[in-house]
């Protein structure tokens, strides 16, 4: 698959040397779905522990906005998990929430200027969740 630029193809960068992106992990969108699945408790993976520790949070207890865990953001308003990257051409967003047991994956093979995944994925985040509560409310109407 090609990356783009704008609505220029750039040619995917297979190795880097030190510079490689994201460390040269490849994933595919089944990948990190079974990856958020794991982070929601949803699917058994021997790395059990491991990722409950990833989610510990390393920062400031109420810290405004924002706090870090390993390799994770934490909104605290929310109580969701995100993070955001992106490599020549592509972009990418993960974002969950445990309290409900929703997340969403974004991937985009392409980079434009000014253009952040953190919003998107985060509307996303609220829609679902505002959904989830319907649905909820709605069940347990007489």
């Known amino acids: 698959m090609h990356g783009y630029i704008g609505r220029q193809p750039v040619p995917y960068i297979a190795d880097a040397g030190g510079l490689t992106p ?3 992990v490849n994933a595919s969108a089944q ?13 058994s993976t021997p ?4 990722l409950q520790l990833s989610l510990q ?3 400031r207890p109420g810290a405004p906005f924002c706090q870090l865990s ?14 955001s990257g992106s490599a020549v051409g592509f972009k990418s ?6 309290r409900h047991q929703l997340g969403v994956v974004i991937l985009a093979n392409a980079r434009i200027q000014g253009f952040k995944m953190e919003p998107l994925g985060m509307q996303i ?6 959904r989830q509560q319907q649905l909820s409310t709605k069940a347990s109407a007489p």
Do not use: N
Not at 31 to 41: P, S
Not at 93 to 98: D, E, L, P, Q, V
């Open 125 to 130: 985040l609220a829609l679902l969740e505002s």
């Open 47 to 50: 790395l059990r522990d491991a």
């Open 57 to 59: 949070l390393t920062g």
């Open 93 to 98: 967003f993960m974002g969950f929430s445990r």
């Open 22 to 24: 994201s460390g040269g």
């Open 31 to 43: 990948d990190l779905l079974h990856w958020l699945e794991a982070l929601l408790d949803l699917r």
């Open 70 to 83: 390993l390799g994770w953001q934490y909104f605290e308003p929310r109580h969701w998990y995100w993070h």
